[in-house]
């Protein structure tokens, strides 16, 4: 009675691990199309006991990305968040009427961690992704031309027994 999706919606439920496309409403049976084509047929009484999420529903798409550059580069930062927030700001494909933030998140294991968080104009999945795949490569380009580099897990292994042996033995030979 609440109709919560209709035929050709993408629907998904974590209750029932169900996630595809909607293709027949019966008075008896839904048929839900997956993404890998399968068919599954839902009794209609079972969506009255599970959460139903409707994603074609959406008004906008959310990117939210953290990125973490080197720690070595933290004079760097405050800069490179005002470069991304310019960005997304001028970007024709994001949405200035909805949240938009760029912030030092935190001090990570091997980064200084900032996040991004911002809507899209499109809902439709595949030009989403091109967005973002914009977004994320001209963050990089942005990190790039601030002399910054984004960090990759490191660890740092401090010796002094062995730095000592070392250095003994240059000197004595």
């Given at each position: 009675l ?21 293709e027949?409403i ?15 047929y ?37 800069d ?94």
């Amino acid at each position: 009675l609440d109709r919560p999706f209709s035929v050709g919606d993408w629907i998904r439920s974590d209750d029932r691990e169900i996630e595809g496309t909607v293709e027949h409403i019966g008075w008896r049976l839904s048929r839900i199309r997956t993404f890998d084509k399968r068919p599954i047929y839902i009794p209609n009484g079972i969506f009255s006991n599970i959460t139903v999420v409707n994603p074609s529903r959406m008004t906008r798409r959310r990117i939210h990305e953290t990125i973490g550059i080197r720690y070595e580069d933290i004079e760097k930062l405050p800069d490179i968040l005002g470069a991304v927030r310019q960005m997304l700001s001028d970007h024709p494909e994001i949405d200035n009427e909805q949240t938009l933030m760029v912030n030092f998140n935190k001090f990570g294991p091997s980064s200084l961690d900032f996040f991004i968080y911002t809507f899209t104009h499109t809902t439709v999945w595949t030009r989403f992704h091109e967005i973002k795949q914009d977004v994320l490569l001209k963050i990089s380009n942005i990190i790039t031309a601030h002399g910054a580099e984004i960090a990759y897990p490191t660890s740092t292994l401090h010796a002094p027994d062995l730095e000592q042996a070392i250095t003994h033995a240059t000197h004595s030979g």
